[in-house]
């Protein structure tokens, strides 16, 4: 099992431009979710699934779309990026409601 | 909406002794999940501990253990024989497990503490 995948690593875009962070799990997890992570701040909610076709927004869902078409993987794209998006972004899965989540190994964005 | 508050910025502990991590949390719901992540320096999320609202019990893994306080909505964690490799930031959050719309399974989290151990 390769748990939860999430690239790129690292990544820095300029001001206005788009783009793609991909989040994959092999487990059958019906729940994924991203998050970011600022100092002082612990991880966010930007938006979570919890079935393939059922997303739903978090706590800080401007700037950032999500589509879920398969169970396995759960896309997060950057409309058009700010430098306040500069952050840490986690991906993450879940079985089921009284599991802790799985997490991939992050995604370091810079917006310059 | 479900909040967590961890007041403790940073904390530290000398090697082998005991520290422990407060987090209060606030809800109106009676059933859900509490758990405690580590974040060590190679940003990977760890999950330590869990504890289930309707059991009394607190729980315990190894070296860690919570004390669940269900009517002050608290749940802080405690690191016996503390070691180096505790080192870490660690999170405390929340699962609500209500059935019924799409907030089933969300997971929230504290702002961190982090947890410096020297030798």
């Known amino acids: 099992n390769a748990g939860v995948t999430q690239t790129p690593k690292f990544q820095v875009l300029k001001t206005g431009q788009s783009m793609t962070l991909q989040c994959a799990q092999d487990m059958n997890h019906e729940y994924m979710s991203w998050y970011r992570q600022d100092p002082g701040m612990g991880l966010r909610l930007i938006h979570y699934s919890v079935g393939a076709g059922i997303t739903d927004q978090g706590e800080v869902p401007n700037g950032y779309n999500v589509s879920r078409s398969t169970t396995e993987d759960f896309p997060l794209r950057l ?7 500069t952050s840490v972004y986690f991906c993450a899965s879940s079985r089921s409601g009284d599991r802790g989540y799985t997490f991939g190994s992050g995604t370091r964005l810079t917006v310059v | 909406a479900q909040t967590v508050t961890q007041s403790q910025p940073e904390m530290s502990v000398q090697e082998a ?8 949390y606030d809800t109106s719901e009676s059933d859900y999940y509490l758990f405690w992540y580590k974040q060590p320096p190679s940003r990977q999320m760890i999950l330590v501990i869990r504890q289930e609202a309707y059991k009394q019990q607190n729980a315990t893994e190894n070296r860690f253990s919570v004390n669940f306080q269900k009517a002050a909505k608290s749940f802080s964690l405690k690191i016996s024989d503390s070691q180096l490799g505790d080192a870490a930031m660690y999170f405390c959050a929340y699962r609500t497990i209500n059935a019924g719309g ?7 989290f504290g702002q961190g503490t982090i947890l410096t151990v020297h030798p």
Do not use: D, N, W
Request: charge should be neutral; aromatic fraction near 4%; charged fraction near 10%.
């Open chain 1, 79 to 85: 409309l058009s990026a700010a430098p306040s998006q």
């Open chain 2, 17 to 24: 002794e005991t520290v422990t991590l407060s987090c209060t």
């Open chain 2, 102 to 108: 799409t907030s089933y399974g969300k997971l929230t």
